[in-house]
């Protein structure tokens, strides 16, 4: 995800149970604590872990850097790692960020009724959406 934000070679993105908004995480999921203590991915991060709406970046204005080349996030409804409804707004707030490029049919979200995982279907899905014209 980062990659598309930072270089426009890269013409879209898919993400699998990729993500959960740091700025409203929960302590039991994964996040800035686990991103920066427990993984040491983002070891920064750690500045931000008692205070995450002082974090200068978050997931919503990484995707929204990509518009208007395509996206498609597939998040479960029982997504172990990360909390449904809060990245379903998020969601929402990067399909306005579409909308202002008049590039809505390059933006899908899907959150079907199962757990982490990649199925046969999302496989498929996710080939059709990538041989789309847009």
Known sequence: MISTALDYRVKGVVSISGFTPLRTENKSIE??????????????????????????????????????????VINPKFNRHAESDKIEK???????????????????????????????DMMEKIAKWILEEN
């Not at 002082?54 to 208007?68: G, N, R």
């Not at 929402?92 to 757990?115: A, F, G, R």
Request: charged share 25%; glycine share 4%; net charge positive.
């Open 31 to 72: 996040g800035i604590a686990a991103y920066s203590h427990l993984h040491g991915i983002f070891p920064a991060l750690g500045f931000y872990k008692n205070k995450p709406m002082q974090l200068p970046l978050d997931f919503d204005e990484i995707l929204a850097t990509i518009a208007p080349r395509k996206i498609f």
């Open 90 to 120: 998020l969601m929402l707030d990067v399909e306005k960020i579409y909308k202002l490029y008049k590039s809505e049919n390059k933006i899908k979200y899907l959150q079907p009724d199962t757990y982490d995982q990649f199925s046969q």
